[in-house]
């Protein structure tokens, strides 16, 4: 009974942790991917992604944007809207 009693707690710090039991083991789900606009990357030196001007009304402010809702699509058609890819230094 008291080992039953510990994998119990075991379990929940590992569900506490972000762990889910998938099959016969405990594994940690990857973050969802993080998008951003890569459109002024190649323009501005030492920029990063960021938001979508669709996001916030704006869409004079992007060459893409107003093609884009002619079209009646968004930001996740846009060829500019992509994962961001983190880099340690």
């Given at each position: 009974?008291?080992?039953?009693?510990?994998?119990?707690?075991?379990?929940?710090?590992?569900?506490?942790?972000?762990?889910?039991?998938?099959?016969?083991?405990?594994?940690?789900?990857?973050?969802?991917?993080?998008?951003?606009?890569?459109?002024?990357?190649?323009?501005?030196?030492?920029?990063?992604?960021?938001?979508?001007?669709?996001?916030?009304?704006?869409?004079?402010?992007?060459?893409?944007?107003q093609q884009l809702?002619?079209?009646?699509?968004?930001?996740?058609?846009?060829?500019?809207?992509?994962?961001?890819?983190?880099?340690?230094?």
């Amino acid at each position: 009974m008291n080992e039953e009693n510990d994998l119990r707690k075991a379990a929940q710090k590992l569900q506490a942790l972000g762990y889910e039991w998938k099959g016969d083991e405990w594994v940690k789900p990857a973050p969802p991917e993080t998008y951003g606009c890569h459109c002024d990357l190649a323009t501005y030196e030492g920029q990063k992604p960021d938001g979508c001007v669709l996001d916030i009304g704006r869409a004079v402010d992007c060459v893409y944007a107003q093609q884009l809702l002619r079209e009646g699509k968004g930001r996740d058609d846009c060829h500019e809207w992509r994962p961001v890819v983190f880099v340690s230094a």
